[in-house]
């Protein structure tokens, strides 16, 4: 028997229709002599520090840093049911084909799969980008050895392990220092998500530190017959200007000024091109993210979690975690069953799909850009709009239209531009006017749209008219002051925006050159940094830990994340770290480097790191309150009875107090009752359910009883009732 194991459930039924169809089995569909089968992205995941070691379990600088080689995975949680229909069927294979998606993530995937089930027979390797059935049979008839693609594995390994341990021990080193000076929380650091707060906590820095200064901008209005427009000045070589090429001299821009007021002006040229504008492409997940934040104000992870729904629950749009904005050109004859199923799920783009030309091909249809998977778009599938959540509904309509522009016609426009003299000073202006409306029809009422294009200075006047050489009049002229304003704030769509291209905030030149060159190819990213699929829960985890705040549409970084930001090294504060793992992940692939020498070298790194924070500490912005018996901080800490603040000097020192408004109450009276247990002081205390009160034993953590409370009294005749482990 040959078993096929593809990434996905929509991969493995595409493979099962290229080779002729089959019947379903649990688990898995049987074509013939064939079985195919499915993972759900990846199958097995590291073990975490604790599952090697029970002492990992309490976070002490003792105990850092860890590293275990070799390393060890084991089944995810939901499934291990799927997982042991690949490895029963394993058992039976003569030979295996390998179908997981063709990039070093998809070809570890499924190889860690048969390594995990022991399997040491021959292995094929089947690369598709694309679902069509003559991609797929084109694909079923030029497979590899699996072997040719050791060493994207062997990268993907690499960059999985690395990015555990230096987590783990950075993460536990910095929260431990944190904690020793006072914070309450976790301060996370990673390779990806540090660097993000990184931009941020820079971003709002120069924002903050902006130093206001002045330049003029002179326009002057002008009369040609019937027609009035305004035009700019034009800066010559020898005018006074700053280091962006703006005037910063107001007598200077004065004088432009009342040179050109009330003089005679000439049409010194005039052109008009035709140009003609494609319509925006469709969707990859970060632009349809990005525009979901900028249009409803829906988070990153919200969206990837609506799309989820969509692809899985409602079966209305393809794979939507994809990196592409492309589609294979063999997916254009789909079209018009496409147009169909829109126009059947979504009425109000029924007349729009109407209007759709099927066989129009726009750029988006190009099989050479197409990555691992092609564009988000909608399927065949007809659904029903109103049975969708409201954000269902508004991610569904944007991913339909985008699509839905590639049959509509280009937009064509006309783009005149002037240039003028008025006393012996040049002015310039632009205009455009839509010839043939085309696409844009479907985003007339998009404002703000980067996608958009044909906007360029667009003048309500039609300039077409002027011929040059033709006289007219400059009416009045100003010189406007303008303020330079300071770097924004991000939003959320700008700053997803610029994770696809901080390779330009990467200091050195030749890791800059290889960040960028690692997107090669990649249509919207440019040395980027995280994946599509990652970035969302990156940025939700640093709002999570209170490292980022959004402060009304902005965010801006916290006390906390700015602390940690001080506290790091450069090559953790921005991108470096990326852009050299991704020099030695190359090595590795190319099987100059092995994956236990990167995982050491980066040890050593990790150690040092360590140690360093070990050693130093770290101060934070934070309100510190000293324990009065043994002077070290007090923590704020949660249990599953709500929270009470405990001494970081545990557990030689085991004071604790109960938590008032966010503070400690160490003016707290010690209460008469004693715990039955321990005989330590009990506490009176309020739910974190708001249920009302308990009495809670001050020898906690070393003692976990608490007891119900009777009109202010702890009812000590009952049986304590034992704490769970906080």
Known sequence: MRVFIAEKPELAKAIVEGLGGGSRKGGYIECGADAVTWCFGHMLQLLDPEEYDARYERWSFDTLPFSFIPWKKRPSDDKHEQLGVIVSLLKRARSVVHAGDPDPEGQLLVDEVLEHAGYTGPVQRLLINDNNVAVVKRSLATMRDNRDFAGLSAAAEARAVGDQLYGYNLTRAYTLAARAAGYDGTLSVGRVQTPILGLVVRRCRANAGHTKAFYFVVRGSFRFGD????????????????????????????????????????????????????????????????????????????????????????????????????????????????????????????????????????RAFNSAKVSAHHAIIPTQTAGDLEALTDAERKIYLLIARAYLAQFWSPHLFDQTTVV????????????????????????????????????????????????????????????????????????????????????????????????????????????????????????????????????????????????????????????????????????????????????????????AEVARVREKGMSMNVKVHSCPKCSKPLRRRKSDKGVFWGCTGYPECTVTYQDANGE???????????????????VRKSSSQKKGFFWSCLGYPDCKCSYPDASGKPVLARKPKPKTKG
């Open 227 to 362: 027609l009035e427009f305004t035009a700019r000045y034009q800066i010559g070589r020898d005018d006074p200007t700053d280091e962006k090429g703006r005037l910063n001299e107001q007598a200077f821009a004065e004088a432009v000024a009342a040179d050109a007021a009330g003089k005679p002006a000439v049409v010194a040229d005039t052109q008009t091109v035709k140009k003609t504008a494609a319509p925006p492409l469709p969707y990859n997940l970060l632009k349809l993210q990005t525009d979901a934040s900028r249009k409803f104000g829906l988070k990153p992870d919200a969206v990837k979690d609506i799309t989820q729904a969509l692809r899985e629950k409602h079966k209305l749009i393809t794979y939507n975690r994809s990196d592409c904005e492309y589609l294979s050109e063999e997916q254009h004859p789909d079209a018009p069953g496409v147009l169909a199923a829109i126009a059947a799920t979504a009425p109000v783009l029924a007349a729009a799909c109407g209007k759709a030309n099927p066989a129009l091909k726009s």
């Open 664 to 682: 400690p109450a160490l003016n707290q009276k010690p209460s008469p009752y004693k715990c039955p247990s321990c005989k330590s002081p009990l």
């Open 420 to 607: 003028l003299d008025a006393g012996g000073r040049r002015f310039a202006c632009r205009a455009n006017v839509t010839t043939a409306a085309g696409w844009r029809v479907l985003y007339r009422n998009d404002d703000g749209n980067e996608d958009l294009q044909g906007d360029d200075e667009d003048l309500s006047s039609d300039l077409r008219p002027l011929t040059k050489g033709q006289g007219g009049a400059c009416t009045t002229a100003t010189a406007d002051r303008q303020e330079t304003k300071p770097p924004p704030l991000y939003t959320i769509a700008t700053l997803l925006s610029d994770l696809t291209r901080v390779a330009k905030y990467v200091r050195d030149d030749q890791l800059r050159a290889a960040l960028i060159a690692k997107d090669a190819g990649k249509e919207g990213e440019h040395g980027g940094i995280g994946t599509p699929a990652t970035r969302d829960t990156i940025l939700a985890t640093l709002f999570q830990r209170g490292l980022l705040a959004e402060e009304g549409k902005t965010v801006i970084s916290t006390a906390a994340g700015n602390d940690l930001y001080d506290a790091l090294p450069d090559d953790a504060r921005f991108p470096d770290l990326t852009a050299v793992w991704h020099g030695q992940q190359q090595e590795i692939e190319a099987g100059r480097l092995t994956v236990h020498s990167f995982i050491n070298d980066l040890m050593g790194h990790v150690g």
